[in-house]
């Protein structure tokens, strides 16, 4: 096991970043020479080894790929085998942006599931807020549990979008704060549902944890 260092970590992440963006550029410009020629370069090859071949875009994306998936490879496995040290470094609120920026799943432990809750319905308010998920019938559950006079002033939902905005921002408001309170109550908890979740992603074998683990690792502190 290579020992930990984030300088080490970042220069990994750097390349996959790096080679990554040049297979994008390369997908949307097959005509541009100078991204044939970085390619050649992080490769250590000449130049302008592309240069003249048959299908040069082709065998480009290809080499690319191997390189990629190659330093991705090894990206993977250092973070894996370096995990706790990595852990060792985080504080309460990158505990936290790693527990918000994963898929998380219930663990039949009540204070995490608890918290795992609300950090779905969070995201679903802001799915809602940005106008994607089902509107309506986030409107639907929410006004079949109101009191008769707002069931009746929704009937003119289809035809008033001003009232329809308003309820929703109302909905959306209130439902955020609850699971922002949940969030916060269990602030104490965070490492230890970093913890929870690691666990799982080992019975999973689930590589998103580790990778997005480290990309946190490495993140500026604002």
């Given at each position: 096991m290579v020992k930990y260092d984030v300088g080490t970590l970042r220069k990994k992440y750097g390349v996959v970043e790096d080679i990554s963006g040049t297979l994008e550029t390369l997908a949307?410009?097959?005509?541009?020479?100078?991204?044939?020629?970085?390619?050649?370069?992080?490769?250590?090859?000449?130049?302008?080894?592309?240069h003249g071949l048959t299908n040069p875009t082709l065998t480009a994306?290809?080499?690319?790929?191997?390189?990629?998936?190659t330093k991705l490879s090894d990206l993977e496995a250092y973070v894996t085998?370096?995990?706790?040290?990595?852990?060792?470094?985080?504080d309460d609120k990158k505990s936290l942006?790693?527990?918000?920026?994963?898929?998380?799943?219930?663990?039949?432990?009540?204070?995490?599931?608890?918290f795992v809750a609300a950090v779905q319905k969070q995201k679903e308010i802001m799915q809602l807020a940005e106008g994607q998920g089902d509107i309506e019938t986030y409107l639907a559950k929410n006004l079949s549990s109101e009191e008769d006079w707002r069931q009746t002033a929704a009937s003119?939902?289809?035809?008033?979008?001003?009232?329809?905005?308003?309820?929703?921002?109302?909905?959306?408001?209130r439902d955020s704060k609850k699971s922002s309170d949940v969030i916060k109550k269990y602030s104490p908890n965070f490492k230890e549902f970093v913890?929870?979740?690691?666990?799982?992603?080992?019975?999973?074998g689930d590589k998103n944890f580790y990778l997005t683990m480290g990309k946190i690792a490495i993140a500026k502190k604002k």
């Open positions: 949307k410009d097959s005509t541009n020479p100078n991204t044939f020629m970085q390619l050649a370069e992080t490769l250590g090859r000449p130049q302008n080894f592309y994306r290809q080499d690319g790929e191997v390189y990629r998936k085998s370096n995990t706790d040290q990595i852990l060792e470094t985080f942006d790693l527990l918000l920026s994963l898929n998380l799943e219930k663990a039949g432990i009540p204070e995490y599931d608890e003119i939902l289809n035809v008033n979008e001003s009232y329809k905005t308003a309820l929703l921002q109302g909905y959306l408001a913890e929870i979740t690691k666990r799982k992603a080992e019975e999973k």
